[in-house]
């Protein structure tokens, strides 16, 4: 196993997920001394030369005691209220516990539209970048203050796996309640701990549908193991353990699970489109518009949609689906809003440019801002 972890201590730039239940108390508010443990850990991570990016849950448990809430909310206005009492107070604490180690930390707080929409991607690599550039530590959340209920990643695992695929992370390590990943709930005695997994197949068999006990976070291992899936899918190996266990994992022993990552990295934007996004629309293709999308690599014009349904904007994230089946063959940023393309649809672009002008000759859906499902 020792030489398998070498992609754990070699790692250069590293993605660290810590989740609510190892931040904050029962009772709902902040850790101070587990958070001033995992602080100490992670500075030592970034003074030895690594580059570290924290993405930190929590913000809604640590509002919790001292909004007076009992528990967590499960309505969206008062976790968006929790979360902006909490996240201000974590942070807090985590600028204060950096500082001891002479570090620096940025919030870097991020919604499902910026890791999607092309302008908005970019602009959330470059202030990763510079933050790194410049010595600081980025400590990123979801921003659950303004995330709606359609537009929310919901849980940080895959907001992680997501930001581990933006920053071009060598490494994701997933920081639990739970020591590893077990081949059934792991408070059931003849659960056994998996150290590895190879590829999917060594995940066969293993119950992860138990939800975890401390009430206070979101996925249970679900959303772990789908982070885990994601992260590998991209070529970033994954280590899963207990946050007190963070500092042995990441000297490369042999605790927690270790996800292997797979050998090829897709285009990072495209796969962020096919695992962030959630379609506001459907264009349906005529066959000919199927085998250009799919088979030629096309950018989808006009002429070979033949229905459109959904209410979508231009610059949000569409399904192309095949109109003789049903089922969607790709996902694209569309260039047009929902209401103007009835009118375009079948004609060719020349026609319509003629037609309606030249701003109008631009395709449905471009070739770069389209991924196959
Ligand atoms: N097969 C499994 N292996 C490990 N943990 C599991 C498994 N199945 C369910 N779990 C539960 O998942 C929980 C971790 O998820 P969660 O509480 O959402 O953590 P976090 O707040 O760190 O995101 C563990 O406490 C454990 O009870
Ligand atoms: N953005 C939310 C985190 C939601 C979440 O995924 O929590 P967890 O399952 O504990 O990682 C918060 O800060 O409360």
Known sequence: MGRVRDVVTGARRIVVKVGSSSLTTAAGGIDEQRIDALVDTLG?????????????????????????????????????????????????????GFARHGITVGQV???????????????AYRTLRKLLDLG???????????????IRFGDNDRLAALVAALADADLLVLLSDVDALYT????????????????????????IATPGRSGVGTGGMV????????????????VLTA??????????????????????????????????????????LDAGAVAAVVARRKSLLPAGITAVDGSFAA???VDLVDAGSGTPVARGLVNYDAVELPALLGRSTP??????????????????????L
């Open 184 to 207: 059934g709930n792991p408070s059931d005695p003849s659960s056994r701990r998996i150290g590895f997994v190879g590829d999917e197949s060594d995940l066969s068999g293993i119950n």
């Open 315 to 317: 610059g949000d994230p």
């Open 351 to 372: 026609e319509l440019a003629a037609a309606l002008g030249p701003g109008y000759e631009r395709e449905v859906v471009h070739r770069d801002d389209l991924v196959l």
């Open 136 to 150: 600081a530590l980025p400590i990123v959340n979801e921003n659950d203050t303004v995330a709606t209920e359609e």
């Open 243 to 284: 946050a007190p266990l963070a500092a042995r994992a990441l000297a490369g022993e042999d605790v927690g699970t270790l996800f292997q990552a797979a050998s090829s990295r897709p285009a990072a934007r495209l796969f962020w489109l096919a695992h962030a996004t959630s379609p506001r629309g459907r264009l349906h």
């Open 223 to 238: 959303t772990k193991v789908e982070a885990a899936r994601i992260a590998t899918g991209f070529g970033i190996p994954v």
């Open 109 to 123: 707080l991020l919604t499902v539209d910026d890791v999607t929409r092309r302008a908005h991607y970019r602009n």
């Open 44 to 96: 030592g991570l970034a003074t030895s030369g690594r580059e570290v990016v924290l993405v930190s849950s929590g913000a809604i448990a640590a509002g919790l005691s001292p909004l007076n809430l009992p528990r967590r909310p499960r309505d969206l206005a008062t976790q968006q209220a929790a979360a902006s009492v909490g996240q201000g107070l974590l942070i807090g604490r985590y600028t204060t």
